[in-house]
């Protein structure tokens, strides 16, 4: 009876693995076709955090959706998210080197395909022969580069050496804004595209008008602060005046072309050209009385391209904001130095795409690229009012743009300026380098509500940010004495 029940138990498992048996090999079956039908795009970028929900939606969900057999893997350089728990004030701690690291993901045994690189890293992948030209590519698949902005084509070959290896859909960039009604009260041409510095100079010292709180100001770098150092930074850039060398241990700003810029820019705020207070916000204030531009007290004012929808809300909605009166508008050109004729930093790029020269897939990689760049895909980009799109022909010509939008692409972009990298470079290794920016502020500040000479003034910035700097190399990072940070604040 035994022996039976045993045997019946075997009869009875045999069969049950029998019928088992083709399930698991349709099962097995299925998943081999399905690992095979599997393609992996790993995309290197700088910063990343564990949500990477932004950037997929942004660059790679609709080339999933539209390449069924390929997945998408995103790898940051540096993780955000573990850097957030970092102790920032240990001085001995080492700052982790982003560049370095996404050079890594691009040469390590398990390279990423496809880098999507800011402008400062792209010309140092560049520089190390770390990504493929794509010319050869463009030129097989007949891809029409004139229907880019040439200045965005011209700025990503000038930092690849007058080479393509990489583009990028969209980019930034600024234009100097304009109250048609504030000139035509003073009696003053309107500004015009191509002017210099010194030209925008005089025309916002002849539009200027009036005393106290009913001053119109002539000019403004920003529409919501007109900070000393917001002119300095934005008026030098071109021009590439280091404030302090590419080690962080000297100060370069006491030089005849410092105290040439700087006399110019202080004259400004003393004539009360430009506003040297910061607009003061009440509850009495209104919507706009934060925004020099648009509360009238500034007759030009450097702005985003997307600045432009914020002016077209306000003259649209002009019914409903209390004591607005709407106005005409236009754009104009960023000023140039009468030095570098045809060239401006207006125009900032960014999320420059490339392809790896060591990619273990590079057609699929390049399949990427060009999807990325591609009419349909810039063209859904196009109805964004954040960025302009680097296809001339989509970009935002609507009712909505009744105004000189060419201004912010028809310029030539700066040229690439190696110590840009360095610099950059310089504030991951030495964080506490960013006090030499507080004390320029501080002094700045103090400079122009006293009478100090710009001489006076650039000897006294270099004596106490090299004081500083000698601080700062001993504590690069973590927390400063409180001696040393009296040397920023008195």
Known sequence: MKSKRIVKKVLLLSLAMSLMIPLFTACTSSESSKG???????????????????????????????????????????????RRYEDHNNPTAKAEDGLANLKKLLTGSNPVDVVVADVHSYQALVRDGLLKDISPLVQKENIDLTKYVPAVIDGIKALGDGKLYGLTPSFDASAIYYNKKLFKEAGVDFPRDGMDWDELFTLAQ???????????????????????????????????????????????????????????????????TVMSEQPQWSEKSGPLDYDLFLSGRTAMVVGSYFFAQSVNDAMQNAGKIKGFTPFEWDVVTLPEHREMPGVNSSIQLSDIISINAKANNPELAWKFLEFSNSEDIIKLKSR??????????????????NYNIEAFYKMKPLPPNKNDIQMSKLFEQKPNIHYILELEHQM???????????????????????????????????????????????
């Open 36 to 82: 095979e039908g599997n393609q992996v795009l790993r995309i290197g970028i700088l910063n990343g955090i564990s949500d990477d929900s932004h950037f997929r939606n942004q660059y790679t969900d609709i080339f999933e959706i539209t390449n069924k057999g390929v997945r998408i893997e995103i790898v940051p350089a540096v993780n955000q998210d573990a």
């Open 206 to 272: 002849r539009v200027s008008k009036g005393e106290g709180k009913a001053r119109t100001y002539g000019f403004s770098f920003s529409q919501h602060s007109s900070d000393l150092n917001t002119a300095v930074d934005m008026y030098t850039k071109p021009l590439n005046l280091l404030k302090f060398d590419e080690k962080g241990e000297k100060m370069l700003v006491n030089s005849p072309q410092w105290k040439r810029a700087l006399e110019k820019l202080v004259k400004l705020y003393r004539d009360k």
């Open 444 to 490: 700045m500040y103090k400079m122009l509500a006293s009478k100090k000479s710009v001489d006076e003034f650039l000897k006294d910035w270099e004596s106490k940010g090299n004081s500083l700097l000698q601080q700062i190399k001993k504590t690069p990072r973590g927390n400063l004495s409180e001696s040393v940070l009296q040397i920023i604040h008195n």
């Open 384 to 401: 964004n009012s954040y960025n302009l799109v680097s296809i001339k022909s989509l970009i935002n010509k609507s009712e909505k743009a």
